[in-house]
């Protein structure tokens, strides 16, 4: 039994595996078949692309602006971590939810947003100057700062969730014990706190170092003049020259740093997993009293000055009619309507491609999912040793972040040289390839979450093998599946780069509709055609939310 | 002066209320005793400054401790979870505090191998704590506390979740460890055996407030209410319905007979006694069997005489239990007694030799010195 266990584990973990890596192959080989019969060696243009001074600086850059960018989502996720995990306070559910944010909101919504906020005409601009610091901040989000910045604000929500909800389960008596062993506040958090929760911080570091490092849209709209990342030059090598192999070894040199990440995400997923086993009973969380509270109130405004600004901005942008060249505008629904009317209504169309394409790919990306957790969970539940709990946390963590070291680029690229075609098939595959590894991440967290003697229980109680399994274990994973559903919806909805590469045009989606109208400059359109989306992503993920903690 | 003094100390977090005033000699180890939710953590929290009382003062050796913060509060405290450092070794647990009362390295590397050699746990200085067994890390845990010579040792439940044998041999660790170290300690349990073993002084806790205290021997020879004579398991209660006194004896008038006890027997007021809320308190030891000859002897209003029928016998060991339905005496029965006489199930304790069967009935004769009469609860 045990065998055929770990070998189903095996098998699903390599079909895993091997759909991750299948485009990477195939574009591959659509590079060195680009090269040629006449090359004496088919490997030096890829070794010069390596080591040509553009390549380096590049990857320069990659390192820099994500290294910067998950230190500052570090510092403003932190403090939003400690609220939620020991106080109970109106809004700590919503600070949670933000973590929807980097994986539901297509990076060219937040840009919009970003733009219309800080951007030279923004709200926060116009604030400033009334304050009397004018041109301050001009031209600061167009460097390598405000790429920074923006990366920080739009994934920080990841550490106050992964962060504060293992926080939030760590008994506190260890820090106690610190401190009535002689130790400060300070020196007690170090001891007693900091050591259980740096698995959960350095998980959450390069879940982030990763999803910046690959950053392509933010990069190409706000780090345009600092510099340019691997990302960018691997999709201008593949769209404008047409340069197959220097894509090729971009990618190559990407995937090989990002696998360093993978590897210490991995690594640090198994011992958040292992610290966290053992934390028993959650400790109470207090309502805050006055200096708790003054600091998370000011927390609070920063949080909504400089984050919820920006959504702020792009919600007043959709409701905003303009009417004259002169700039005159006024509150309306006339965006909308627009997008609403006319003999192909755009909005509709859009939204119904969204909905039919992601809603497949969605369900695609659970049954893979869902299989991949499944089996890893069979394959170590009897008399599982320490050594083989790690084993099986560490493998499900590869394959499950192995999707994150790919180029997306070069993804699309791979599936569209695999599939030698365009169209809705490939956009599913290519959207389920993107969101199966977070269905499998939480439903891995609800496998193992699932008490064995509680189906042990119904069968002492009468229950057949197949009743107990229905009744009790399917019974207790469904509300995990269905949030894991909705949290692939969301992602598959608010994915832009697989439709605007494998779609050939064929189908609009919400987000692609967005593309369009943002490069025609019809901004407040485009605002409008975000909130709509917006909801739909949302919707969503609060319903994952009302099952589920972690993603 | 004594060595740790508490008092008027309050605290309260939503609908609980937490008041205490008591004191320790130096040397002496307290038992704080009580059922779950009874605020004895809570008691044990607010002396280490780990939650922070509404009012009241704390003092230690002297001085008052109660606005320091606990890490200048010179104490040591072991957990109910041990709250050990699991990423580190033994010794470096031991030598955190050391470390932060800035002890010279040499001196730190010295205590902590005598420390070691006392406590036999050498073996654990180089092993992490998450290889070690449940008995070896609550060893690793007490060293930790008292590696920096506390002025008082604060326990919570530290053996709660131990299995019985193990639990039996640390109480004897930490009782004879004590003794040798001459350490002061306030040890918060809700297990009686564990209190009758390490305990110099018990403080019994309920509903937040201490309601009784003494001596383990005191208290459970002459215990305060109702409410402890249950929650210890010291005996049975028979509701008085009125006190007499006859021949210069005080006795007690029950729906199960009259029964005489002590001078100065009675704690409860005539106002208790008066509204039902007074029990005749008999020690499980106090009964004993009269031989059968007696069985059919009519007794008329003798005093001290039980007549039960014998609803089981559970045999413990060294001794039996037998347990109990009390018969009402005929005139209460009908009468005075009411819903009081609807018996509960007593339980007696008796050598294992006493021949008794089940489904017999049985009469016993009560010892009237052992005996009490205690109100439903002090309040304090």
Request: charged fraction near 20%.
């Given at each position: ?76 996720g932190?403090?939003g971590a400690?609220?939620v ?8 559910r919503f600070f949670m939810a933000l973590a929807a944010v980097p994986f539901c909101l ?48 739009y994934n920080f929500p990841i550490v106050i969730q992964n962060v504060g909800s ?38 959450s570091?390069?879940l ?230 977070f ?48 949290f692939?919806?969301s ?50 993920f609060?319903?994952k939310e009302?099952?589920h903690e972690t993603p | ?380």
């Amino acid at each position: 039994m045990r065998g055929r266990d770990t070998s189903l584990l095996w098998s699903f973990g390599f079909l895993a595996a091997a759909f991750s890596i299948a485009p990477l192959v195939a574009f591959s080989f659509s590079a060195f078949a680009g090269m040629g019969k006449a090359d004496a060696s088919k490997t030096l243009p890829l070794l010069l692309a390596l080591v040509s001074p553009s390549t380096l600086s590049a990857l320069r850059f990659s390192l820099v602006q994500a290294a910067l960018s998950t230190v500052l989502a570090l510092l403003v996720g932190f403090p939003g971590a400690f609220f939620v995990a020991r106080y109970d306070f109106r809004g700590r559910r919503f600070f949670m939810a933000l973590a929807a944010v980097p994986f539901c909101l297509p990076a060219i919504l937040v840009i919009l947003s970003f733009i219309l906020y800080y951007g030279k005409n923004g709200y926060f601009s116009l604030i400033l100057a009334r304050l009397g610091y004018g041109s301050k901040g001009e031209g600061l989000l167009y460097s390598i700062w405000g790429l920074v910045f923006v990366h920080a604000f739009y994934n920080f929500p990841i550490v106050i969730q992964n962060v504060g909800s293992v926080w939030a389960k760590m008994s506190r008596s260890r820090e106690e014990a610190a401190r009535t062993l002689g130790a400060g506040k300070f020196r007690s958090f170090a001891a007693g706190t900091l050591p259980y929760l740096l698995p959960s911080i350095l998980q959450s570091a390069s879940l982030i170092f990763l999803f910046c490092f690959f950053s392509f849209t933010i990069v190409l709209v706000f780090g345009g003049l600092a510099g340019s990342t691997l990302e960018v030059g691997i999709y201008r090598a593949i769209r404008f020259t047409n340069d197959r192999p220097k894509a090729l070894a971009l990618a190559l040199l990407q995937t090989a740093i990002a696998l360093l990440v993978v590897g210490a995400f991995a690594h640090f997923d198994r011992k958040n997993a292992d610290a966290s086993k053992d934390f028993g009973n959650p400790p109470p969380r207090h309502r805050p009293r006055s200096f708790s509270l003054l600091a998370i109130g000011a927390y609070s405004v920063l949080i909504a000055v400089f984050f919820l600004g920006p959504l702020f901005a792009l919600t007043a942008e959709a409701f905003t009619v303009r009417y004259s060249l002169a700039g005159e505008s006024r509150f309306g629904l006339e965006n909308f309507a627009r997008l609403l009317t006319g003999p192909a209504p755009l909005l509709l169309r859009a939204a119904g491609s969204s909905l039919s394409l992601s809603g497949l790919a969605a369900l695609a990306a659970v049954i893979l999912g869902f299989s991949v957790a499944a089996s890893s969970h069979n394959g170590a539940r009897r008399g599982q040793t320490a050594k083989a709990f790690g084993f099986r946390v560490s493998m499900n963590s590869w394959i499950t972040a192995l999707p994150l070291a790919l180029s997306p680029a070069v993804i699309s690229a791979g599936w569209s040289a695999l599939m030698d075609s365009s169209g809705e098939l490939l956009i599913v595959i290519g959207q389920m390839a993107i969101a199966w590894p977070f269905v499998a991440r939480s439903l891995s967290a609800a496998f193992s979450s699932l008490d064995r003697k509680r189906n042990e229980a119904a069968r002492t109680l009468g229950a057949s093998p197949l009743q107990a399994m229905i009744r009790v274990d399917a019974a207790l994973i469904a509300p995990s599946v269905a949030s894991a559903a909705a949290f692939a919806f969301s992602i598959t909805m608010g994915d832009a780069n697989i439709p605007l590469i494998l779609g050939g045009g064929k189908r609009e989606t919400l987000p692609l509709l967005l593309y369009r109208l943002t490069s025609s400059y019809r901004f407040s359109e485009a605002c409008a055609v975000g909130i709509v989306l917006a909801l739909f992503t949302s919707v969503a993920f609060f319903l994952k939310e009302r099952t589920h903690e972690t993603p | 002066m004594k060595h740790l003094e508490v008092s008027g100390l309050r605290f309260s977090q939503g609908d609980f209320n937490l008041q205490a005033s008591f004191s320790l000699d130096r040397g002496m180890t307290g038992i704080i005793l009580g059922p779950s939710g009874c605020g004895k953590t809570t008691l044990l929290r607010c002396i280490a400054g780990l939650e922070r009382p509404d009012a009241g003062e704390i003092t230690l050796a002297g001085t008052a401790i109660n606005l320091l913060p606990p890490e200048k509060r010179n104490l040591g405290f072991i957990f109910q979870d041990l709250a050990l450092f699991d990423h580190v070794s033994g010794r470096k647990n031991i030598e955190f505090g050391l470390k932060l009362k800035k002890t010279p390295k040499a001196e730190t590397v010295a205590s902590i191998a005598s420390l070691a050699k006392k406590l036999k746990i050498e073996a654990l200085l180089d092993r992490k704590p998450f290889s070690m067994s449940g008995g070896e890390k609550q060893r690793l845990a007490f060293a930790r506390a008292i590696a920096t010579k506390p002025g008082l040792l604060l326990m919570d439940e530290p053996l709660s979740s131990l299995d019985a044998p193990l639990r039996r041999e640390l109480r004897a660790y930490l009782r004879s460890t004590f003794s040798r170290e001459g350490v002061t300690a306030l040890h918060v349990t809700h297990d009686v055996e564990e209190a009758l073993e390490l305990g110099d002084e018990i403080f019994i806790m309920n509903h937040g407030r201490i309601v009784a205290r003494g001596e383990p021997r005191a208290i459970f020879e002459a215990p305060p209410d109702a409410w402890c004579v249950r929650f210890l398991g010291l005996g049975f209660l028979l509701p008085v319905l009125s006190i007499k006194t006859q021949g210069g004896v005080g006795i007690a008038v029950t729906p199960f007979g009259l029964y005489a006890y002590p001078p100065k027997g009675c704690k409860a007021s005539k106002d208790e006694i008066d509204r039902g809320e007074a029990h005749l308190y008999i020690p499980k030891r106090a009964a004993s069997l009269l031989p059968d000859s007696m069985k059919h002897v009519d007794l008329g209003s003798s005093i001290g005489i039980l007549e039960a029928e014998v609803e089981g016998i559970v045999f413990q060991g060294t001794f039996q239990k037998i347990e109990l339905l009390p018969t009402p005496t005929k005139k209460d029965a009908h009468g005075a007694a009411g819903p009081a006489a609807a018996s509960n199930h007593i339980e007696v304790e008796m050598d294992s030799a006493a021949a008794i069967a089940k489904g017999e009935r049985a009469r016993f004769s009560i010892e009237p010195g052992k005996c009490s009469i205690v109100p439903e609860r002090v309040h304090s």
